[in-house]
């Protein structure tokens, strides 16, 4: 069960990704949602505000798993890596319209608020990605030491590009099979391609 807050946070996020920010009304969101205009007043003060808590949800979300796998001490710096790849993935490939948003977000970002917490979250996943690579290289689970933050744009970037392409590689490929079925396969085979690339970077060899 979602709570009314979030049920109206979600229909707001299938408009603002559809319409944009400034393309949405409140009214829309409210029939979306169907709740009550005044709400959304209740709930978030406003259009501005619910579209910050918003990107706040949907970040704390990530927080939250890669706080987690920080945390184990039952797998090493490569299974990490591994996990977080999983888990990003499947944020990018199930919360399509909120990635939609954050990308027009960082090409034409007005809110000050917004750009605070792109930065912040970016900030958090290549201190992240620092912290793994230096316990795997002290270790001798990776063998190589790569820029960090193009370790970091390799991921996200191969991950958002690929997924803004994914019709179109659909197309190319002739494929006819239900977008659930291809979905699947194309972001298995994303992974796979990612993993392949990270074990190069970071020199790392499976035993």
């Not at 009304?25 to 409210?30: D, H, L, Q």
């Not at 990107?55 to 987690?68: A, T």
């Not at 710096?77 to 990018?92: A, N, T």
């Not at 099979?177 to 499976?206: A, M, R, V």
Request: with cysteine.
């Amino acid at each position: 069960m979602i709570s009314k807050e979030e049920n109206i946070l979600f229909a707001a996020e299938i408009l603002f990704a559809e319409k944009g920010f400034e393309g949405t009304s409140t009214r829309e969101i409210a029939k979306a949602a169907n709740v009550n205009i005044s709400m959304i007043s209740y709930y978030f003060g406003s259009k501005e505000k619910l579209y910050e808590k918003l990107v706040e949800y949907r970040m704390s979300e990530g927080q939250f798993f890669s706080k987690d796998i920080m945390e184990r001490t039952d797998i090493n710096e490569w299974e990490k890596i591994e996990k977080i790849v999983d888990q990003f993935s499947g944020k990018v490939r199930h919360n399509k319209c909120f990635y939609r948003i954050m990308q027009r977000e960082q090409l034409h970002a007005e809110n000050p608020q917004i750009v605070e917490f792109l930065k912040e979250t970016k900030m958090g996943f290549i201190a992240m990605y620092s912290k793994i690579l230096e316990s795997g290289l002290q270790k001798g689970v990776f063998t190589k030491n790569p820029p960090i933050y193009l370790l970091h744009s390799t991921v996200s970037g191969t991950l958002f590009y690929a997924s803004n392409a994914k019709e179109m590689y659909k197309e190319f490929l002739n494929n006819t099979e239900e977008e659930d079925i291809f979905d699947e396969k194309y972001y298995t085979e994303l992974n796979i391609h990612i993993k392949y690339l990270l074990k190069d970077l970071l020199g790392y060899e499976e035993n």
